[in-house]
Structure formats: C-alpha cells, structure tokens
C-alpha cells in the first residue's frame, strides 16, 4: 500500500530553525511536494522536489533522499506567521498525490 | 502564479437540500480538477478526480450520487452535494492540476468552500 508519515506535532521557538521530516512508500514516485496550510485555508504551495538534494527558497528549504524514501522541510529564522500545518504529498506514477496526514508546528515567542 | 476560484467561500443550507460548488481555474486550463473534504484537525481527503469531458473517478466510500461532480469546460468543474445532511458539513477544497515547463504536474488549490447543513 502507499503511505506518508510525518509527524503530528512539533513545537519551535521564535526565531529558530525546525525541520519537519517525510517519509514515504508509493508505487512510482514523480515528485514530492510540500504544502503549508493555515487553520480555515486551503493548501498554498511550498516547494517540489523530484531529484536527490536540497532545493532553497528563501526561509524554506526542502530536501530529497529518492533511495530512503525521505524528505525534510527546514525552516528558518521561525516567525509567528509559520504557524501552520505543513503536508507533504508524493506524486505517485499515476500522477496522483498521495497525501501526509500533516504536521502541526506551533512557534512560541 | 496560477489562480483557482472557488464559489461560495461559505454556504449554510438546510437538511435535504442541494447545493452546488464551483471551482474555476483562471489563468490556465485544467483537464483534470480534484475534489477534496477536510474534516476539523484532519488532513485532506480525496473525494474524486474531475476530469474535463469525461466522468469523475471517485475514491472508494465516496457516493457517487450524492457527491456530483461535472467537468464541462476546461477552466470549470462543479460539485453538487445532493441531498445534504449535517453530516456533510465540512470544508470542500478544489484543486487543479497544470502541467509545468519542468516537466511535472503542479496542483493549485481553490480557497475552499465551508458547508454547513442544519
């Protein structure tokens, strides 16, 4: 069967850095995404990741290991406004994302 | 950026009534839309794949007949909720799939529309 896990929970300071891990089963694998959204909202876009390595993109950056089946968010210089549940989602070899049950990252001042 | 639109943003409807969902995508044209409910504190789940002239996929334990989905156009899919009872009262989120110069598919999610049933 395909399965993400994810954390449920985490907790960080303002101002710090946390990395929130995936890890993954699919059957095929074009991509793994990850996703912010804030309570009440839809999803908004974060980053894709289809090679091994790390992809920056300002606070946030994402990482891929396609042979262990893993992926890290890392976010940095943690502001209030991050708090948010962050999805990340495999797209499978049908082209469909297979969704994390999410994480919940609560920032504290 | 891509932009999807979903009509209305919130929709309070009495038990036994209908009531239709629309999801656009305006900048670009999506032959396949995807439907998703969010329950309070739960992560996404796949209701059906709208697929532009054809019938919807839908994901197992989804009714058919009571979710209806129709994708007419290649910027419009809609969802009617048949019927409804407050048990169908949560949070509905569109998506639409565009393909990207790089290679993928990217998704782009409409702002969501909250149901409730009375």
């Known amino acids: 069967g395909q399965n993400i896990d994810q954390p449920t929970e985490m907790t960080a300071t303002e101002g710090a850095i946390v990395q929130i891990n995936c890890t993954y089963q699919?059957?095929?694998?074009?991509?793994l995404f990850w996703y912010q959204q804030h309570a009440g909202e839809a999803p908004t876009f974060l980053s894709y990741?289809?090679l091994d390595g790390l992809e920056e993109k300002g606070r946030f950056s994402s990482f891929l290991s396609r042979s262990k089946g893993y992926s890290y968010l890392l976010l940095k210089e943690l502001q209030m406004k991050d708090s948010a549940s962050y999805l990340c989602?495999?797209?499978?070899?049908?082209?469909?994302?297979?969704w994390g049950a999410g994480t919940k990252l609560i920032i504290k001042p | 950026g891509a932009v999807v639109s979903q009509h209305p943003s919130w929709v309070i409807c009495k038990s036994g009534t209908s009531v239709k969902i629309e999801c656009r995508s305006l900048?670009?044209?999506?032959?396949?839309m995807f439907w998703y409910r969010q329950f309070p504190k739960q992560s996404l789940m796949l209701m059906a794949t709208?697929?532009?002239?054809?019938?919807?996929?839908?994901e197992q334990g989804v009714e058919k007949d009571k979710f209806l989905i129709n994708h007419a156009s290649l910027t419009l899919s809609t969802l009617t909720v048949t019927s409804a009872h407050p048990e169908d009262s949560s949070f509905y989120i569109c998506?639409?799939?565009?393909?990207?110069?790089?290679?993928?598919?990217?998704?782009?999610f409409g702002p969501g529309t909250r149901l409730t049933v009375t």
């Open positions: 998506s639409a799939r565009r393909g990207h110069p790089g290679g993928y598919y990217e998704q782009y």
């Open positions: 900048d670009f044209q999506a032959t396949t």
């Open positions: 709208s697929n532009e002239g054809s019938k919807a996929t839908y």
């Open positions: 699919t059957s095929g694998f074009n991509g």
């Open positions: 990741n289809v």
């Open positions: 989602a495999v797209m499978d070899s049908n082209y469909q994302l297979i």
